[in-house]
């Protein structure tokens, strides 16, 4: 669990990110789950978009992702989500 100062600190460093994974239609599948795993694996901090054609609950698709990948949430602007998940190996933010 982060804490609020690390969540700010996150927000902060997101803010030059741009989406590298987008959820549409098709919403949560295996090979997302899989895809978001890894991207958070090489960068630790990344955004994903929640296209217009995604008909699911926000909310339903943070706790998806977050909860499949063990990674913690940190901002939901707009259709934009902000997740964090320390790596293993590609180790680049210090909390």
Partial sequence: MITSKQRAYLKSLANDIKPIINIGK???SKDLIKTVDEALE???LIKIKIL???LDDEKYIIDEITNNTNSEFVSHI????TIYRQSKN?????L
Avoid at 90 to 94: A, S
């Fill in 26 to 28: 098709n919403s949560i």
């Fill in 42 to 44: 090489k960068r630790e």
């Fill in 52 to 54: 217009n054609n995604n």
């Fill in 78 to 81: 707009g259709n934009i989500i």
């Fill in 90 to 94: 590609h180790k680049k933010i210090e």
